[in-house]
């Protein structure tokens, strides 16, 4: 809250008050007389205290839900408070407890009677119903007032003052309920008083300027507040959101869009059209119709986080939420469909998209998560122009020119000009092609108007003013820019004329990057320069929220000046760059974009191909992004195509390129195909001379690439290669890369599908599919196990071996390695239930498999060899056969050994394991000495792997210094072996504290070993 706003009320009875525009106040209807009739205005605590007389222009029922009165300050001496506009809101979730403060001239804190003191409560307010309509209640923080000697309330002269749920305005206290110990306060909420129409009409009339959006309150973080205050200058009465011109016409599609509001539950819809179509005046219009039947409404910031968005689910009233820009919003817009998802949709929950254009991006957001669900029935309503009757022209063009007539004696600097006297010898000009949009109509009213009142120009005819409707404007727009323009310390008009320009391109996210961004525009260090250019620039275009600066609005006069200064100057745009971050080199890229759509400014197309393609490492990401959401394409996908060609374009840029290009696309296909032909020639290179680059080599992305350009024959030509050089890999690394195959005779089989060879296509996709559900049912074989469902683990792993020992019959230098992990698997599992007879089976098979595999190519199969060995030496172990199970289990040693000196971090996990499993083998047949020195090799490779990951690692040494305990106590070597399980029992402390359930065993069994090697300790004396 503004103490300066702050004021008492003497009429009927004392009350308090709140400025709530240049010269209106908002009170108390039982404060007040009715309208028409007069208060004095005091502010007690002002230097010196002043009192003005305020006339009634709106008063509600006294006691009743509408309690609350609009005051006009008619007093001549009234200095009209400054700052920025207010914002109002409501309260629209069902989670009681929003911190509120109010601000106002209660008895308990005055002396005699006479207001001179005021208190500034705070606490927190919920809705509740009261007095036969809704009222906000609020819970008085702090000690509560005691009653007065009079019996009266302490609250008396409260009534009036404004309640505030931080910067928004929320409701206008009324009264103070008895039984409550003074510690409530009843309160108006404005949203009462904004869906009375005459309320409205008083604020219009009163100066205050667009009627007020009601944002929610508990969201206000995430509302793009819009600038509600008297107009600075006159194109700001074209602003969509200042609603100046009444709105007219579309009245279908109104009626289409309440209806679609009017159904339950989540939806979503795409407005599309050009600038200056009407698509946010649409939107105003719709919201404002929505609120007074009692919606919510939020304009969604373009700043707003996932976090904040998530709140949005917590809606209790229907919420229409309005995105705005939203080809650029797209991963915002990700996160608004979570939230909608965990709405529990006892309300409505719409969201209305704003768009220039519908394409890539729209199928691309559709596409993605949980918006394939939510939006599988979004409509897209793409904009007709307004009006394509020219009848209707002269009479539209009349309303707009006493729409602004009306409006601009309110504009600083426009206040001595008869405008309804200029606006009434106005001739309405020709309807001609181009004034069917709403905005161009409008632009050329006020246009006319201006000129009119301006001697200069008023003579001439429109022709001879300016090229266009917007540049007559902008010369109108840069006498408001001059009027401010020879402060100190500012430098000279053209120089600022191209900070301004800047800053409608790039945008500043804070005061830092703003002033950054000045300094490279100004081209000096001077930070005082700096400073004042900034607060020139803030003066004219306020930023909102926590941006510094604002842009001029709407969008068409911002396009037209950046337009005119890159004609004037083309390397402006290079003055940006240095230093810019991600978001204004995107920001930049779009807007040029944008600007060149517009038809004077097409030539400039090609300085923006330029600039991109001079600047790829710092703008093609941004172009990737922008070419998707604005209506001329064609000069970024130059630019792009150009550094997808040049041999100057490092690797990095490309593959960063490739992956940052959606899937699919129609704009972006032909850079697509260009960007990974060049990202398969650079990594055929590199596999040339090493094999290591095959796998990035077989990326299946071109073939794709080459099938959305409808070259299927050279799609074909690279998926076979793909394939080709993903089975050489499956076979030799089965479980790395037999996805990766599957996913390639998948795109194989479409290739052949296109080019009409079905019967080859079949047979791809049933290899796929073949491999695919193996892979399925190995892997839930395996989680079934995890899990201890053993059972369904063994269905599972025997299908698998099956389908694999049919494939393997068919195709063996395919598919054989994935029989060998499918019977290793299949032993695990009979292992588990005992069967360790037909464990020892399937193990033996596997090895036999993987030692043939391994003598033809060792590199590749050796490690699965020692693995099936190790597991081989397990179940022989089981059947009692331990000499047999010794031989397995050094041979599977003797393997990994040798990976291990050859690939350390790779092998030398596995190598201990061996070691440990060795160590087993010798002390169950007496060797305990041999057992000693592999434990003690195992323990120390552990116990180094664990420093290096101790998550992953910790367990594995743990085991092991078990073990290491058990030798050293079976040899006599208690302290030792002492020494050893107290590190394992920590260990294991440490581990069952995250994970009781899984390390809770290998805790007790440590303990148990423990006090074996006390008692023994004890025992020996030792």
Request: proline share 6%.
């Amino acid at each position: 809250m503004d103490e300066r706003r702050v004021v008492c009320v003497a009429g009927p009875a004392v009350g308090s008050g709140y400025v709530i525009g240049p010269r209106l106040v908002l009170a108390s209807a039982h404060c007040t007389p009715g309208v028409g009739g007069y208060v004095a205005v005091q502010l007690p605590r002002h230097e010196p205290p002043g009192e003005y007389q305020a006339k009634v222009v709106w008063r509600g029922t006294p006691e009743k839900a509408d309690d609350a009165a609009l005051l006009y300050i008619t007093d001549e001496a009234w200095v009209p408070v400054s700052g920025v506009p207010l914002r109002w809101g409501r309260l629209v979730t069902d989670p009681p407890g929003v911190a509120c403060e109010s601000w106002g001239y209660p008895q308990v804190v005055q002396r005699q009677g006479s207001p001179e003191l005021s208190w500034h409560p705070f606490g927190r307010v919920t809705a509740a119903p009261r007095a036969g309509g809704e009222r906000y209640v609020m819970q008085v923080g702090g000690q509560s007032p005691e009653q007065l000697e009079d019996d009266a309330s302490p609250w008396g002269g409260i009534s009036g003052a404004a309640l505030f749920c931080g910067d928004v305005l929320a409701g206008v206290l009324a009264v103070a309920p008895r039984g409550w110990r003074h510690g409530q306060l009843e309160a108006v909420p404005v949203h009462v008083l904004l869906a009375d129409p005459e309320f409205r009409h008083a604020l219009r009339e009163g100066g205050y300027g667009a009627v007020p959006r009601l944002e929610p309150v508990e969201w206000q973080h995430l509302a793009e507040s819009a600038y509600s205050g008297p107009a600075k200058s006159p194109a700001a009465l074209l602003r969509a959101d200042r609603q100046v011109v009444s709105f007219h016409g579309r009245q279908a599609l109104l009626q289409e869009l309440d209806d679609w509001c009017a159904q339950v539950g989540f939806d979503a819809r795409l407005i599309t059209g050009p600038a200056g179509q009407g698509k946010t005046r649409l939107a105003h219009e719709l919201a404002a119709r929505l609120e007074a039947a009692g919606w919510t409404t939020l304009w969604l910031r373009a700043t707003a986080t996932d976090g904040d968005i998530a709140a949005l689910k917590d809606a209790s009233v229907p919420l229409l939420l309005v995105v705005d820009y939203a080809e650029t919003r797209t991963e915002q817009l990700t996160h608004v469909w979570e939230a909608a998802a965990r709405h529990d949709g006892g309300a409505a929950f719409k969201v209305l998209l704003l768009a220039r254009t519908a394409g890539d991006w729209w199928e691309d957001l559709q596409a993605k998560g949980l918006a394939q669900e939510l939006l599988g029935a979004a409509v897209t309503t793409p904009l007709s122009p307004l009006q394509p009757d020219p009848k209707e022209w002269a009479e539209s063009y009349r309303q707009a020119v006493a729409a602004f007539a009306e409006h601009l004696p309110r504009v600083a600097g426009q206040e001595r000009s008869d405008w309804r006297a200029m606006a009434s010898r106005l001739s309405t000009p020709a309807a001609r092609p181009g004034l069917d949009h709403a905005l161009t109509m409008q632009m050329l009213a006020l246009a006319d108007l201006l000129d009119a009142a301006d001697p200069a120009t008023a003579s001439q005819s429109a022709a001879t003013l300016a090229p266009s409707v917007e540049d007559r404007l902008l010369a109108h727009e840069g006498s408001y820019w001059q009027r401010g323009a020879n402060a100190p310390g500012l430098p000279r008009l053209e120089t600022l004329k191209d900070a301004l320009a800047a800053v409608f391109l790039a945008g500043a996210d804070d005061r830092e990057q703003a002033d950054a961004l000045l300094g490279r525009v100004i081209g000096a260090a001077d930070p005082d320069r700096i400073s004042a250019t900034r607060a020139w620039i803030a003066g004219l275009y306020p930023g909102s929220g926590e941006l510094p600066l604002g842009s001029l609005q709407p969008d068409r006069l911002a396009e037209q000046h950046v337009g005119r200064r890159l004609q004037k100057d083309p390397g402006l745009a290079t003055t940006i760059l240095p230093g810019a971050t991600d978001a204004q080199l995107a920001q930049l890229v779009a807007v040029y974009a944008r600007t060149t759509s517009h038809r004077p400014f097409h030539p400039l197309g090609e300085a923006l191909t330029t600039l991109c393609a001079s600047n790829p490492d710092v703008l093609a990401t941004a172009a990737v992004h922008a070419v998707p959401q604005t209506e001329n394409p064609q000069p970024l996908l130059a630019a792009l195509l150009t550094i997808a060609e040049s041999p100057e374009t490092s690797s990095e840029l490309v593959e960063y390129l490739c992956d940052t290009l959606p899937e699919t696309s129609h704009r972006l296909a032909e850079l697509s195909a260009q960007l990974t032909s060049r990202l398969v020639e650079h990594h055929r290179a590199q596999a040339a001379t090493d094999p290591g680059h095959l796998p990035d080599l077989a990326m299946n992305n071109l073939a794709n690439r080459l099938g959305d350009l409808g070259r299927h024959e050279d799609a074909l030509v690279a998926i076979e290669e793909a394939v080709g050089i993903r089975r050489a890999l499956a076979q030799g690394r089965p479980d790395a890369f037999l996805p990766d195959l599957a996913g390639s005779l998948n795109n194989l089989s479409v290739q052949l599908g296109d080019l009409g060879r079905h019967e080859d296509a079949l047979v791809a996709i049933e290899e796929a599919v073949g491999i695919r559900r193996t892979l399925a049912l190995n892997n839930l074989a395996n989680r079934l196990g995890d899990l201890g469902r053993h059972e369904d683990a063994l269905v599972a792993i025997e299908e698998a071996v099956g389908i694999r020992r049919a494939l393997a019959q068919a195709r063996p230098d395919a598919f054989l390695p994935d029989l060998a992990g499918s019977l290793n698997n299949l032993s695990v599992q009979l292992g588990d239930h005992g069967w360790h007879e037909d464990a020892l089976v399937a193990m033996e098979e596997a090895v036999g498999i993987r030692r043939t595999l391994a003598q033809a190519r060792p590199d590749a199969f050796l490690p699965d060899l020692a693995g099936s060995l190790n597991n081989l030496a397990i179940q022989l172990a089981s059947l009692g056969r331990r000499e047999d199970a010794l031989v397995a289990m050094e041979e599977a040693v003797g393997i990994r050994r040798t990976l291990a000196q050859a690939r350390p971090d790779a092998s030398l996990p596995d190598l201990a394991g061996s070691l440990n499993n060795l160590a087993i083998q010798l002390a169950s047949l007496g060797r305990h000495e041999d057992a000693l020195v592999a434990i003690e090799e195992a323990v120390g490779i552990r116990r180094a792997l664990a420093q290096g990951r101790p998550d992953a690692s910790l367990p594995d040494l743990a085991r092991s210094l078990n073990n290491l305990a058990v030798e050293l106590g079976n040899l006599g070597r208690h302290h030792d072996g002492l020494a050893a399980i107290e590190e394992a029992v920590a260990a294991y402390r440490t581990l069952a504290m995250s994970r009781p359930q899984v390390h809770g065993p290998g805790l007790e069994q440590s303990l148990q070993v423990m006090a074996w090697l006390k008692s023994r300790s004890g025992d020996s004396g030792g």
